[in-house]
C-alpha cells in the first residue's frame, strides 16, 4: 500500500496530539512526557508539507490556543497564589503586524485574571519572525470588561487603556525570535530563540 505524504503527516500529527495528551499543556509532563513530545514534533516538522508558513495568511491569521509549551515564562504563571492558569492564547494579526499572547487566570469566583503580553513581529525568512515586545496588560477579567480573546484585541486595537496595570514595555531586551516549523490549517508548532516550543489549535471564528 502506498501512503502519501499528506497521510504521512496525518499520522505523526495524530501521535504528536496523543503524546501531548494528559500533560495539561505541559504543566503536568514529566520529563519522560517531554522527550516524547519532542520526538513526535521533530518527526511532524519533518513531514512539514508548508514550506513557507507565512506566506499562507488565511492558516496563520486568527486566535490559536495553547495545547502545550515547555515556556518556564508560560507554565510560571500557574504559580499565582490562590489561582490557577487557564486557557491561552496566542491571536496574530497580520495586518497590524502584531502578535497578543493571552493568559487566562481563573480560581477565586469574581477574581479571574488577564495577563497579556503585546507584541510587532517583523519576518526575516520564510518561517522566522524577530518579535518585538510592545505593551503588557495585567488585570481583573471584570475590570477590564473581558468576553473573548477576540473582542480583547478588538478593544486593545481601538486604543482602549484598561482599568488594570497597562503599560508600554520599553527595554530593548525584550525581543526574540519566533519560527513556525510546521502548519496546516487547524494546528501549528513554534519554536522560540530561548529553546521553547509551542502546539497550538486555531480557534473556529
Known amino acids: 500500500m502506498v501512503v502519501n505524504n499528506g497521510e504521512r503527516s496525518m499520522n505523526e500529527k495524530t501521535k504528536l496530539l496523543e503524546a501531548i495528551a494528559g500533560t495539561n499543556r505541559g504543566l503536568?509532563?514529566?520529563?519522560?512526557?517531554?522527550?516524547?513530545?519532542?520526538?513526535?514534533?521533530?518527526?511532524?516538522?519533518?513531514?512539514?508539507?508548508?514550506?513557507?508558513?507565512?506566506?499562507?495568511?488565511?492558516?496563520?491569521?486568527?486566535?490559536?490556543?495553547?495545547?502545550?509549551?515547555?515556556?518556564?515564562?508560560?507554565?510560571?504563571?500557574?504559580?499565582?497564589?490562590l489561582a490557577q492558569l487557564g486557557q491561552i492564547y496566542q491571536c496574530i494579526r497580520l495586518g497590524e503586524?502584531?502578535?497578543?499572547?493571552?493568559?487566562?487566570?481563573?480560581?477565586?469566583?469574581?477574581?479571574?485574571?488577564?495577563?497579556?503580553?503585546?507584541a510587532r513581529f517583523e519576518p526575516i525568512g520564510e518561517r522566522r519572525?524577530?518579535?518585538?515586545?510592545?505593551?503588557?496588560?495585567?488585570?481583573?477579567?471584570?475590570?477590564?470588561?473581558?468576553?473573548?480573546?477576540?473582542?480583547f484585541v478588538q478593544e486593545i486595537e481601538m486604543g482602549k487603556k484598561f482599568v488594570s496595570v497597562d503599560f508600554n514595555i520599553e527595554n530593548r531586551e525584550q525581543q526574540g525570535w519566533l519560527e513556525t516549523t510546521y502548519l496546516d490549517e487547524d494546528l501549528r508548532v513554534g519554536r522560540g530563540n530561548e529553546g521553547n516550543v509551542f502546539v497550538l489549535a486555531k480557534e473556529k471564528s
Not at 56 to 61: A, G, I, M, N
Not at 97 to 118: D, H, M, Q, R
Not at 138 to 150: A, E, F, K
Open 28 to 81: 503536568l509532563a514529566t520529563e519522560k512526557d517531554n522527550v516524547r513530545v519532542l520526538t513526535a514534533i521533530e518527526q511532524l516538522e519533518d513531514r512539514n508539507s508548508t514550506l513557507n508558513p507565512l506566506e499562507k495568511r488565511d492558516w496563520l491569521e486568527g486566535d490559536w490556543r495553547l495545547l502545550y509549551t515547555n515556556s518556564r515564562g508560560i507554565l510560571g504563571l500557574n504559580r499565582i497564589p
Open 97 to 118: 503586524t502584531k502578535i497578543y499572547n493571552i493568559a487566562e487566570i481563573v480560581g477565586i469566583p469574581f477574581l479571574e485574571g488577564i495577563v497579556s503580553v503585546v
Open 129 to 151: 519572525v524577530n518579535v518585538k515586545f510592545e505593551r503588557s496588560i495585567l488585570g481583573l477579567q471584570r475590570l477590564i470588561g473581558y468576553r473573548t480573546p477576540s473582542h
